[in-house]
T-cell receptor
Framework: DAKTTQPPSMDCAEGRAANLPCNHS???????VYWYRQIHSQGPQYIIH???NNETNEMASLIITEDRKSSTLILPHATLRDTAVYYC????????????FGEGTQLTVNP | DTGVSQDPRHKITKRGQNVTFRCDPI?????LYWYRQTLGQGPEFLTY????????KSRLLSDRFSAERPKGSFSTLEIQRTEQGDSAMYLC????????????FGSGTQLSVL
């Protein structure tokens, strides 16, 4: 699986957009970008995933650059409940087995 | 959808004792995963089942660890002769084949080995 690089921490004001970057310069053509988050004392929660096109769901938007070497997770209106560790994971879509988590980005949403 | 259930939520044991954790996945999910997480680190893969078959096991998993998934439903993770280094959060996740890597995680079992 391709390795990802994320900043260790970020801050965001409540109500503003949170933009979380992820670098995955060694990504292969069949690898998807997945985002999970983990709120303190809970298991990770799936947010969104994509291959090459931008994706949006009720939780967030995922912007993937044209060369697919980086992506950004966007939380459009961050709330205090979005404070969590956010993990960017690159994984082949057909493998069916492990996800490899890095250390993620600790996002703190401030009032 | 009642979510992934793990039991117990917390376990304190003495070094050398055996412990067993249980995971009940989302009912229609045929894939089940075990992960371990220590403070400040991301979850680390331990093992993976598809139905009752254990298809992958981490090379980091010592022989003291064993997991089962009889009849492809719930799963148990046993740690024999626990060591202080086994202290961690043990997470279970399940998914449905064909849904890619959209895993649903339980809240975990926090193990403390004294």
């Amino acid at each position: 699986d391709a390795k990802t690089t994320q900043p260790p921490s970020m801050d965001c004001a409540e109500g503003r957009a949170a933009n979380l970057p992820c670098n995955h310069s060694t990504i292969s053509g069949n690898e998807y970008v997945y985002w999970y988050r983990q709120i303190h004392s809970q298991g990770p929660q799936y947010i969104i995933h994509g291959l090459k096109n931008n994706e949006t769901n009720e939780m967030a938007s995922l912007i993937i650059t044209e060369d697919r070497k980086s992506s950004t997770l966007i939380l459009p209106h961050a709330t205090l409940r979005d404070t969590a560790v956010y993990y960017c994971i690159v994984r082949a879509g057909t493998s069916g087995s492990r996800l490899t988590f890095g250390e993620g980005t600790q996002l703190t949403v401030n009032p | 959808d009642t979510g992934v259930s793990q039991d117990p939520r917390h376990k304190i044991t003495k070094r050398g004792q055996n412990v067993t954790f249980r995971c009940d996945p989302i009912s229609e999910h045929n894939r089940l995963y075990w992960y371990r997480q220590t403070l400040g680190q991301g979850p680390e893969f331990l093992t993976y089942f598809q139905n009752e078959a254990q298809l992958e096991k981490s090379r980091l998993l010592s022989d003291r660890f064993s997991a089962e998934r009889p009849k492809g439903s719930f799963s148990t993770l046993e740690i024999q002769r626990t060591e202080q280094g086994d202290s961690a959060m043990y997470l279970c996740a399940s998914s449905l084949q064909g849904m890619g890597e959209k895993l649903f995680f339980g809240s975990g079992t926090q193990l403390s080995v004294l």
